[in-house]
């Protein structure tokens, strides 16, 4: 299964509310996660099941989706999470998105 | 607190075999559903998962390298070990592993990665 994330980068100011989305080649059901990457850092579990938070993970990250659409919802951006953001399916063997990088306007 | 660290070597030659080593705490392997996968990262790219181990010593492995991986664990289970043959400069990479669990695959804790360069 093939995911495609859009956009590649997207470039916001602290406080802008964020829209990342993540598209999969077939059905993928709800089993897609999202995960934050800052810099020089493994990644970090936001979300499973297209839209539970992980423990810790603070509540302006949403998910939402099912099927073939997914998007990540950051309500209001805040300094540290300018990041690479990741998708992945685990209806199938695992797969991963190509990301998208939220930088500094 | 569950954790995990990746252990290996920084450098490997063309053709030679991999072997990095997961020593992890804070949870069982012999707990039923519980898995400790492999994923790498190229400079610069995206993740790409190679492989799995599964608490009743199941292997699964991403196809395109299925040839040249294999995940073990050891008697104590609380080292997964996994290696990759016919190094090439295209599998330079950071290599990490992670928890998860056979009933859904997504990686919950992540050890800090090893980075691993392919060059002669």
């Known amino acids: 299964i093939v995911l495609t994330q859009s956009p590649a980068t997207l470039s916001v100011s602290p406080g802008e509310r964020v829209t990342l989305s993540c598209r999969a080649s077939?059905?993928?059901?709800?089993?897609l996660a999202w995960y934050q990457q800052r810099p020089g850092q493994a990644p970090r579990l936001l979300i499973s099941g297209a839209s539970t938070r992980a423990t810790g993970v603070p509540a302006r990250f949403s998910g939402s989706g099912s099927g073939t659409e997914f998007t990540l919802t950051i309500s209001s951006l805040q300094s540290e999470d300018f990041a690479l953001y990741y998708c992945?399916?685990?209806?199938?063997?695992?797969?991963f998105g190509p990301g998208t990088k939220v930088d500094s306007k | 607190q569950v954790s995990l660290k990746e252990s290996g070597p920084a450098l490997v030659k063309p053709t030679q075999t991999l072997t990095l080593t997961c020593t992890f705490s804070g949870f069982s392997l012999r707990t039923g559903g519980t898995c400790v996968s492999w994923i790498r990262q190229p400079p610069g790219r995206a993740l790409e998962w190679l492989a799995y181990i599964d608490w009743a010593d199941n292997k699964y492995y991403n196809t395109s390298l299925n040839s040249r991986l294999t995940i073990s664990k050891d008697a104590a289970e609380t080292q997964v070990v996994f290696t990759m043959t016919d190094m090439v400069p295209e599998d330079t990479a950071t290599y990490y592993c992670a928890r998860t669990y056979m009933s859904t695959p997504y990686f919950d804790s992540w050890g800090q990665g090893t980075p691993v360069t392919v060059s002669s």
């Open positions: 992945q399916q685990y209806t199938l063997w695992p797969s």
């Open positions: 077939q059905s993928v059901r709800s089993d």
